[in-house]
């Protein structure tokens, strides 16, 4: 992932600004554009909000309403090809929350992927092992079968090969807090595996690892998050929660993460100080 098509839920998501930006420049609102249509006011609505699948007609109707050239009406049929394909993810759509594979169609496209981890080595680099053990820590609170967790450790598995060995991979950047590296999941044996596979994980070129030290000064109360950049569209922040997950759009709010990232990147340990951290927690837990 990306295909050379990119990703599908991008592709939604860019089909549906488009149609919004076309109506909103001839000045229509969507009940407007619904009656002209003789479509329902939700119909539009859901359809630039790419919580449906307009079809080929739907798209003709729209561009005939807008008056758009035949140039644009190639472009909006090339995102509403692209967006009918199918993600690797959706594979796994059974045993994966909704909110979830819309966060992995999301990064199969960014470009640039900033990860604040208070309490978890991140899902892009967890061994399989590790990752085990922490979907299994919440199965006694979430319901989730035994064929659900091997689904979701094959799913992160896939992710990290999807994402990080990609040809074209995101520049990405981690800061994790460091209580990471002594909170156990599993065995020792599992622990001294996951610090060995994030010292090397670290070492790829377009990957960063920092520590934030429990020393350090650490001002910015947030959970974990991710923030995703893309080449054609706006900024997404993704927050997960125990049961739900929801993305921050506003773009006042996302700058506002960002800058929250990079308060608690600067506040952390250097790449190699992290490593020499990271390679002193590996030894500990040989014990």
């Given amino acids: 992932m990306p295909s050379q098509q990119g990703s599908p839920t991008v592709r939604r998501l860019r089909l549906g600004q488009e149609l919004r930006l ?3 420049r001839h000045k229509l609102t969507g009940a407007v554009a619904a009656r002209q249509l003789g479509w329902s006011p939700s119909k539009v609505s859901r359809i630039e909000a790419a919580k449906t699948m307009p079809s080929a007609d739907d798209v003709k109707a729209m561009a005939k309403l807008y008056r758009v050239d035949e140039d644009k009406l190639d472009e909006l049929f090339g995102l509403l090809r692209d967006a009918d394909q199918r993600g690797w993810w959706e594979d796994y759509e059974d045993s994966l929350p909704e909110e979830y594979t819309r966060f992995l169609g999301l990064e199969a496209e960014a470009v640039f992927q900033r990860n604040w981890e208070p309490q978890l080595v991140p899902g892009l680099l967890q061994t ?10 919440v199965r006694g609170i979430v319901r989730i079968t035994h064929s659900g967790v091997r689904s979701r450790v094959e799913a992160r598995m896939d992710r990290q090969q999807r994402v990080l060995r990609r040809p074209d991979p995101p520049e990405m950047r981690f800061v994790l807090d460091e209580s990471v ?3 156990r999941f599993g065995e020792p044996s599992v622990m001294r595996a996951q610090m060995e596979h994030l010292l090397e994980m670290s070492l790829l070129p377009h990957v960063s690892v920092r520590v934030l030290t429990m020393e350090s000064l650490h001002p ?3 959970g974990a998050f991710i923030h995703l950049k893309f080449a054609a569209f706006d900024d997404v922040v993704y927050l997960e929660h125990l049961y739900t997950a929801h993305f921050v759009e506003d ?3 996302v700058a ?3 800058a929250a990232f990079e308060h608690i990147r600067s506040e952390a340990l250097d790449e190699d100080e992290s490593r020499v951290l990271i390679q002193r927690k590996a030894m500990l837990w040989r014990r």
């Fill in 251 to 253: 773009l006042e709010r």
């Fill in 256 to 258: 506002g993460y960002e």
């Fill in 22 to 24: 076309l109506r909103e």
């Fill in 128 to 137: 399989e092992d590790y990752a085990r053990e922490v979907i299994l820590a």
């Fill in 220 to 222: 910015v109360n947030t």
């Fill in 181 to 183: 590296l002594t909170r």
